[in-house]
Every structure is written in structure tokens, then in C-alpha cells.
């Protein structure tokens, strides 16, 4: 009789690994990356890649001289992720020591605090991105025009999309949001005159959306929270649609703003949100009602990052109550 040996799981093993994962979001991040350089030029250029150097750097820093660990975790990818989406959510004239504090903030508190990659609680972009925004106001909503390559610091800024829904829920003027692009403009990131581009990785929905799909297809994510949130946003903000003309329609809702980065490439952290499907859902649900919530009756036009952050809090309660039946067990 042969001995039965019994060892540790995992006992299947697949070609998944950290490297693949975050490289594959790399990947998915590039459309956007690139329409980012098309409608912002070299603003959208420095600020991604000082963000993405910053964090590498830190992480590497925090290892070496704090935490006296000799891992390469600067090698794995998920700095340069950190980095790329820290740099998504700002705007591309934002001054470049502003950037380095975020990154520092993204990478020491939001990351290497908890004890690196896999123990953090919060998103690390949008601890990064929270922080400044709370810290530098003026900066962090100060939005240039697209068009403007070979302008930096010195672009010229109007306001965004979101602030006009915003303006027409306030005063109860649905004329205001006659002055909204139309659905395919912001689909496609050309808001007009007269308009702020928004953070550097949201300007395109598009882009956004071809990472999307990359990532479903090489099943990187699974379809669960990006399509949970846009539904709920979809429904919820219809809704309001119908009963009061002065709130936007459904798919300008969608396009505009950080719905589609926030949903496809920060929501869906693996750290970060549930590991069952129906946890996801409930998770997804949750952050897109709070996006609405945040952006109708808040102080912010946007509420998508701090929806997430929010939800993050709450990823160990949905785990811990929404889990899949031992193997083996009777159901009751």
C-alpha cells in the first residue's frame, strides 16, 4: 500500500503569478497611457513619470534602509502601478514636488506601513491621491484644457464636466447641463472648449475600456466589480434622471469623470476588495452608490476614490460574512 502524503496548499499550480498579474495591468494601462501624452503632451509625460519613478524609489528606499529587506520588491510591478495610476488621478499641470509627496504618502503610509504588498488595507494610489487632494486643493483641482502639448505648468485650466452636473444639481437648472459634451466626445476624450480634461488617466473612456477588455481576456480580473459598479452608477443615477431633469443622464454619468478608472483598474485591486464573487458584487454596488451619493450631495464633484477607499474598510466585513461552504460540509 502506498503512503498518502498530505502537504500544504496550494496543490494545483497554475502559470498565475505577481509579475504576470501586475505586468498584465501595465499592459492594459498603456491606451490610456498613450491618449493621455495625445490630449495633455508633455504634462501627462512628466507628472505619470515622476509618479512612477517616486514610488519605485521609495518602495526601494523603505526596503533598503527602513525595513533592512533585502527583496526586490521593486521588481514585481506593483510600484510602477502604484506610480501610473497616482499620476491617472492627478492633473497633468500639477507641480512636480506635489507629485513626490503623494508618492510618498502612496508608497510609506498606504503601502509599506501595513508591511508591503499584500497587507495593505487601502488602495496606496488613492491613499495618495486623497491625501493631496485633503493637502493641496487649489492644485488638485485645477484641470487644463486638452490640446495643450508643449504646455506644463502653464496650461490653461477651465472647469470640468463634473462641475457643471454638479452646478445643476445645486441651483435645480436643468438648462446647465445643455452645456455638457455630448455622449461621444467624452467617450472618446475631446471635451470641447471651454472644458477641463480632468485627471490625466480619465480623459478617454475608450482607452479605459480596451484595458478592460485585455484584462478580462488574459483573466487578469474577472467581470464581478468594474461591471457591478457601472450598473449600479447606470440604474441609480437614471433614476434620479427621471424623477429630476437637473441631474445628468445615465451615460453622460458613465463617461464622465473617474467612473471607468476608478471601476476597471482601482476598484478591482486584489488586496484591496473581496475575494468572492459575491462579495465583489456587494462591493461593486456599494461603491457606485456611494459615488452618486458623493457626487450629488457631497462637497467634491467626484466621489469615486473616496468610495473606494470606503469600501476597502469594509472588504474584511464582506469576507468575513460572505465566504464560500467548507469542502465537505452538510449543508444545514
Not at 509579475?19 to 494601462?29: D, H, P, T
Not at 520588491?73 to 497616482?86: F, H, K
Not at 475631446?190 to 480596451?210: H, K, P, Q, R
Not at 471607468?260 to 462579495?279: E, N, Q, R
Amino acid at each position: 500500500m502506498s503512503k498518502l502524503i498530505v502537504s500544504l496548499s496550494p496543490h494545483i499550480h497554475g502559470n498565475d503569478s505577481i509579475e504576470r498579474n501586475m505586468y498584465g495591468v501595465i499592459i492594459a494601462l498603456l491606451p490610456a497611457l498613450l491618449v493621455s501624452f495625445y490630449y495633455f503632451g508633455i504634462g501627462a509625460a512628466v507628472v505619470c513619470l515622476s509618479g512612477v519613478v517616486s514610488c519605485v524609489f521609495f518602495e526601494w528606499a523603505i526596503n533598503r534602509y527602513i525595513l533592512h529587506n533585502k527583496n526586490l520588491s521593486v521588481l514585481d510591478g506593483s510600484a510602477v502601478i502604484t506610480g501610473l495610476l497616482l499620476g491617472f488621478n492627478l492633473p497633468s499641470n500639477i507641480p512636480l514636488w506635489i507629485v513626490v509627496i503623494g508618492a510618498l504618502v502612496a508608497i510609506g503610509v498606504g503601502k509599506m506601513t501595513f508591511g508591503g504588498l499584500g497587507c495593505n488595507p487601502f488602495n496606496p494610489a488613492l491613499v495618495g491621491r486623497c491625501f493631496l487632494l485633503v493637502s493641496f486643493p487649489a492644485q488638485m483641482t485645477s484641470w487644463p484644457v486638452v490640446g495643450q502639448h508643449g504646455y506644463y505648468m502653464d496650461a490653461v485650466t477651465e472647469a470640468t464636466p463634473l462641475s457643471l452636473m454638479k452646478e445643476a444639481v445645486r441651483t435645480g437648472d436643468a438648462s446647465i447641463l445643455e452645456k455638457l459634451p455630448d455622449s461621444l466626445s467624452l467617450l472618446l476624450g475631446n471635451n470641447g472648449a471651454g472644458f477641463g480634461g480632468g485627471s490625466i488617466g480619465e480623459v478617454c473612456a475608450l482607452a479605459l475600456l480596451i484595458g478592460l477588455a485585455y484584462m478580462l481576456w488574459k483573466k487578469i480580473i474577472t467581470w464581478h466589480i468594474p461591471l457591478s459598479i457601472m450598473a449600479t452608477i447606470f440604474v441609480f443615477s437614471g433614476i434620479l434622471h427621471i424623477l429630476d431633469s437637473s441631474y445628468a443622464d445615465p451615460v453622460t454619468v458613465l463617461l464622465a469623470g473617474g467612473v471607468m478608472l476608478g471601476a476597471i483598474f482601482m476598484a478591482t485591486d486584489y488586496v484591496t476588495s473581496p475575494m468572492t464573487h459575491k462579495g465583489q458584487i456587494i462591493y461593486g454596488i456599494s461603491i457606485g452608490i456611494l459615488t452618486i451619493v458623493i457626487r450629488n450631495w457631497g462637497s467634491y464633484p467626484e466621489g469615486m476614490s473616496f468610495a473606494i477607499l470606503i469600501m476597502n474598510a469594509f472588504t474584511p466585513l464582506i469576507n468575513m460574512y460572505v465566504k464560500p461552504k467548507r469542502f465537505g460540509e452538510i449543508r444545514k
